[in-house]
């Protein structure tokens, strides 16, 4: 999705799962989308809803682990609790716990 098109969104929640990248990756490279002109203008991000989940593990394949997503989702979206907790190493709020 390009970038002036996640701006139009106007989006509540951000959540940041690319393809390919441990959630690490993606942290360290946060910069690149933060840095973008507008950022700082977001909903989402004046009210602390980005989140990077690990996209690998959970959403960027079909297989057993895609239920363990939709908890995840369920928590990030919804702040309900489906399944185990979910932990930072699943769905970590950036800038925030």
Do not use: K
Not at 72 to 93: D, S, Y
Request: hydrophobic fraction near 45%; aromatic fraction near 8%; charged fraction near 25%.
């Amino acid at each position: 999705m390009d970038w002036d098109t996640v701006r139009a969104a106007r989006p509540d929640v951000l959540l940041l799962l690319p393809c390919g990248f441990s959630r690490q990756r993606t942290l360290r490279e946060r910069e690149l989308l933060t840095s973008l002109p507008g950022w700082d203008e977001l909903a989402a991000v004046r009210a602390g809803e980005v989140w990077v989940l690990d996209g690998p593990a959970y959403f960027n394949r079909p297989g057993p682990r895609v239920v363990r997503g939709a908890e995840v989702l369920a928590h990030v979206l919804h702040g309900i609790r489906a399944g185990e907790p979910v932990t930072r190493a699943e769905a970590f709020r950036l800038g925030g716990s």
